[in-house]
């Protein structure tokens, strides 16, 4: 794994080296995490230079590296970016390990390109995917997304391929999305899914929903259905109150949740926020607060937890420093 690693980095260091006059920048973070137990990470993100129309992109995460020095853990490698684009009239095509998620601004989505990929503000590792996309604009609001990608790492099996297309047009001041998605032919679920999402402001309020239909040969279909609305409040010239509610029914795992998010900027260095979620099927709460603050020399600080009726409660404490 560290092989692999290294050997990335030499490859695009002379592509970079390669370029006349123009150098390889190196940005990322680093990252203390506390739940019960110290994890460290590292990201960091290659910044190479534009070829023309083409740009590279390098990006990775190593997890416990100074435990992997100090104490025999061993440390954990995961790509996020390393893709190569380019910029063709009338059409972006991306080509490697790269984000791939259909957000439209919702806090659960359930016509994702990945289910679960984002959720409630967080984003999962299953939203970096080995693939190839084609990006069609077609005016300022509308466009065309294409996307084959292999969820298990590139292969020459094509039962292990996965593809979608998603069409964003706009309507009357209303952002609407029409996707199709084919998963791998090993998925436990039923492998074809549609999914439509509209977007729009009705007064002071945003509102958005999504209607997902995942179905195959021989399979019960599954749907799911999202409405949700968002708010903001001034409470001043300095401070808005940001809120947002959705309801959502889904045949998978036969869920019914309320979700509901309200932050609130106490300065322009920290903010508290909360997230709540009830389960109408079995009665269940969650209430997930979080604190962040931006301490002196530019440490973020991040304190936060998961409570639920009847478990003990999860904390969590999270120190970054950007460079």
Do not use: C
């Amino acid at each position: 794994m560290m092989r692999r690693l290294i050997l990335t980095t030499m490859i695009l260091v002379m592509f970079s080296s390669s370029v006349q006059a123009l150098a390889l920048e190196v940005g990322g973070e680093l990252i203390v995490n506390f739940d019960g137990q110290i994890k460290e990470g590292l990201e960091l993100e290659l910044f190479l230079p534009p070829l023309g129309n083409s740009e590279v992109r390098y990006a990775f995460t190593l997890d416990r590296p100074l435990q992997d020095l100090l104490a025999g853990e061993d440390v954990t490698y995961f790509a996020k970016k390393l893709y190569i684009k380019h910029r063709f009239p009338g059409l972006h095509l991306t080509l490697g390990r790269q984000p791939v998620s259909w957000s439209f601004g919702s806090l659960l989505n359930p016509v994702d390109y990945t289910l679960g990929a984002e959720t409630l503000d967080q984003e999962n590792a299953s939203k970096y995917t080995d693939a190839l996309e084609a990006f069609i604009p077609l005016n300022w609001n509308s466009s065309l997304t294409l996307v084959s990608s292999f969820p298990a790492g590139f292969t020459t099996d094509l039962d292990q391929m996965k593809w979608g297309a998603r069409a964003r047009i706009g309507v009357k001041g209303y952002d609407l999305t029409v996707n199709y998605v084919q998963e791998e032919k090993r998925t436990l679920i039923p492998r074809q899914r549609l999914g439509l999402t509209f977007k729009g402001d009705v007064g002071d309020f945003g509102v958005y929903g999504a209607v997902g239909h995942q179905f195959a040969t021989g399979i019960d279909s599954i749907n799911s259905y999202l409405l949700g609305a968002d708010y903001s409040y001034n409470l001043n010239y300095d401070t808005k109150i940001h809120m947002q509610l959705e309801y959502l029914v889904s045949e998978l795992g036969d869920q019914e949740l309320i979700v509901g998010g309200i932050g609130y900027p106490i300065d322009d260095f920290s903010e508290v926020s909360m997230i709540t979620t009830v389960s109408l099927a079995n009665g269940s709460t969650v209430l997930i607060p979080r604190y962040q603050i931006t301490l002196p020399r530019g440490v973020d600080l991040a304190i936060g937890g998961s409570f639920t009726a009847n478990k003990n409660p999860e904390g969590f404490l999270r120190l970054s420093y950007p460079f």
